[in-house]
């Protein structure tokens, strides 16, 4: 998950026509791709491991085991290919070799040596610009002068597949790892002994799911500040890949040992999660009377939209299956994410996975079979609620401390907790602490209207940006990741 950095070589204060002070930048040095590389090198790992896991169980005449993994294999490594060629509009252009190695299952292989290709031809010869991004710097909650970065364009080809990586590795961990970890876990407790083979299998695709929720993480953290520099340091780093590390494998095995237990019950279990979480964003959509967004692609009729959300929206619910999305659906805008993240959301969410996977696990308890006479069934219950709960811990952590725009948000973690458990004694006689809360929030610098993770409305925003033009980069959406450490690199001191 690396950020673009580039080697500053220029940079000069001016005045706009506005009279605010912006500081030009230009480069001419980026980072290695090392997200298209990793993205690549876990998909060619989880394919090649679930080919061994395959002849293995040919070879044993498992062939229920066999379908299932070939499924499971198959099907994220075709929506892969699609989602490549969409993304990079390949279907217009004249490119029979590339076509040929999606055709092959071997799409992203020649993708990352594009990239590759890109990142060592660029800087050999000088580049004009082709366009120009503004990114507002926060330090210690106030504005600094707005960097204006000139994106070249071997940058903005690396922007273009760094992007399409990270939306195809939430593809491959979400629709092809997730299933995959689940039935590798299942068939082994049932056969009752492990497989080097199967367990190599097993880490490779828990690896890709982890991967995959922290692009999530990342990925709408850029969303919802688009407008600011996002710097997101190794310490948060580690804390979101434990908090989804310990997320994901809690609600797996959860699900596992549920399945051992009532074979048949868990298909009613996981359809009501995936339908639930399938029709609340439409749900939504209906009770606000919401209009198909136009232009979501060129050339798209109302039913190839719909397609297209139907299936936006099955990944969607796939992510939430197993972990927070980090995001939600608005099917009504062009961008189809809503930036406002409420407190409420978050909350219920993790307070009702939490219920159930205790309920999941209480269950298995209750039903276990005799394999598990020589398993201390208690402990098990117990470190599984320990590690969701850590799990939950860790992510409070991050939104605390480590979130990179935790200045920008009116209440945090701590406020929230603090309303929740002195919500009765302030309802009882608490004039007082009301008006105190009420001083410090007018000498805090408001940056939404609700205690909730937002940014301000934009006349509030522009306070640290007065009169700023609109000039955003054209990078085919929400390409934020090219500039976000261009900017520090232009900053030094934050």
Known sequence: MEHDTVEITERSSQHDLNGEVVMVVSHTRIKPPFSVVLATLLY?????????VCAMYDKGDDKIWMGMTVTFMLVPAILTQMALIFIHRDVGRDRPLVLLWHLLLLGPVIRCIEALVIYFKAGKKEEPYVTLSRKISLKKGQGLPTMELEIGHSERMLAAHRNAFKRT???QAFLGSTPQLTLQMYATIQEKYILGARLALMIITLISITYGALVCSVLAIQIRYDDYKVRIRPAAYVCMIVWRGLEIATRVTSLVLF??????WVVPVGLANLLLFFFLPWGEFWVRKGVLPENLEKNFSKLDTTIVLCLFTL???CINVFCWSAVQLDLAHRELIEKKQHWGRHAAYYCGRFAENALLITLWYLFKSDFYEYVCAPLLVAQLL????????FMLLFYQYLHP?????KHNVHDCLHCVCCHTSSRGGGGGEKRRQGEAAAAAPTYSTTATMVLAPDEEAVELNPQRPD?????????TAIVDDIVEAA???L
Not at 259 to 264: F, G, K, Q, V
Not at 405 to 409: A, E, T
């Open 169 to 171: 590795a939430v593809i």
């Open 315 to 317: 990944l969607y619910a």
């Open 471 to 479: 000039i955003t980069s054209q990078l085919g959406g929400r390409e």
């Open 44 to 52: 060619l790992a989880e394919f090649v491991s679930a080919s061994v």
């Open 405 to 409: 725009c935790r200045r920008l948000f």
């Open 386 to 393: 320990i590690c969701y709960s850590l799990a939950v811990l």
């Open 491 to 493: 900053q030094p001191g």
């Open 259 to 264: 399945s051992t237990a009532l074979t048949y």
